[in-house]
């Protein structure tokens, strides 16, 4: 089959378009010919790699997929070999830049026919994160109010419209480009960080789903009313210590199961959320989506149409 291979750490030239061989199916596991992957920060981060990244090269990136079932592997009942899937590999394991992926069969979901498989490739990890992080881990509440940092990117797109259907007030910081696209997904107000101090303008917040990291983290600390939560899917700089103890700081876990994405569906259905602006890019052209990625300044998500 073909797919992306990243060949060492590096900048975007480090990917190139090749062939890699077919997986199969092993217990559990189902083979799906994938019709579209999305592009993932975490993509570019491990192309650049870091002290804690051992791949192994040639390796296959991209964390999240949709495409049709070619192969059921012993003891798979719930699928079968023509059902549209989509889904998130399991941690620490990717390989979605391809033409075929070897997956777990009970942490991917069917593809209803009214979701197209671009669509789903981009709702897939972005979707997972932003349900586990203000479902599951914020227990975010109707009444409530929340900042969402980096509300343009992609699973911030996803966090306001989810937020807004809990029932919360939802503030949220973009450049001005950006400012009429986070209003369409349903933000209450918007703070062009480029022009204003966040923390002069944002108070008393129960809740900050900071996706951007770094210093913005150690920031949106001063917006929080007392036993407000934090909770974080992009780091702090690496040493800092939250600097206040009467809110809760709180990291996701994103376990990947077919419940969530199941969750992504019916909040489809209830016309709660509805697919990001999407950038399409062939395989061949991973090094531009890495470059635009790397960039920091997207607006929704970046998907490749493999097939
Ligand atoms: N399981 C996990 O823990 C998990 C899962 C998914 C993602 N993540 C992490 O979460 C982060 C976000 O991922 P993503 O894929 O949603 O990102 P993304 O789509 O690449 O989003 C980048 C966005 O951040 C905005 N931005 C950049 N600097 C900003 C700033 N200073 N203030 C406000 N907005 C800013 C940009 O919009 P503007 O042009 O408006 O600045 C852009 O839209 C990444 O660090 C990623 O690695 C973690």
Redesign the pocket.
């Known amino acids: 089959m073909k797919a992306v291979l990243l060949t060492n750490h590096g900048g975007p030239e480090m990917l190139t378009y090749g062939e890699a061989p077919d997986p199969s199916a092993g217990s559990g596991e189902v083979v799906v010919d994938i019709h579209a992957a999305s592009v993932?920060?975490?993509d570019y981060?491990g192309r650049l790699g870091s002290a804690r990244s051992n791949l192994r090269f040639p390796h296959i990136l991209g964390r999240d997929f949709s495409g049709v079932v070619s192969e059921v592997g012993p003891g798979v009942t719930d699928l079968a070999v023509g059902d549209a899937v989509f889904g998130v590999c399991d941690q620490g394991i990717e390989g979605a830049y391809a033409e075929k992926i070897a997956i777990k069969a009970a942490i991917i979901a069917k593809k209803p026919d009214r979701l197209g498989h671009v669509e789903a490739a981009a709702m897939a990890?972005?979707g997972?994160?932003a349900l586990?992080a203000l479902e599951d881990t914020a227990q975010l509440k109707a009444g409530e109010t929340i900042l969402i940092?980096?509300?343009?990117?992609?699973?911030?797109?996803f966090g306001i419209q989810l937020a807004k259907h809990i029932g919360a007030t939802v503030i949220t910081?973009?450049?001005a480009?950006?400012h009429d696209y986070?209003r369409r997904l349903g933000a209450d107000r918007v703070i062009d960080?480029?022009a204003q101090d966040?923390t002069k303008a944002v108070s008393d917040c129960d809740v900050v789903f900071d996706?951007?990291?770094?210093d913005?983290q150690i920031r949106s600390y001063a917006v929080l009313k007392p036993g407000g939560r934090l909770v974080w899917?992009?780091?702090a700089p690496e040493g800092s210590q939250p600097p206040r103890s009467d809110v809760k700081v709180l990291?996701?876990g994103?376990a990947r199961d077919r419940k969530h994405l199941e969750r992504i569906l019916e909040l489809l259905d209830a016309g709660a959320v509805w697919p990001p602006n999407l950038i399409r890019y062939k395989l061949t052209d991973a090094a531009e989506a890495h470059r635009v990625?790397e960039s920091?300044?997207?607006?929704?998500?970046?998907v490749f149409e493999v097939r």
């Open positions: 993932n920060a975490a981060k990890l972005t997972l994160t586990w940092q980096g509300g343009a990117g992609g699973v911030a797109g910081t973009a450049s480009n950006n986070v960080y480029n966040f996706t951007v990291g770094g913005v899917i992009a780091a990291r996701p994103v990625s920091r300044h997207l607006q929704g998500k970046l």
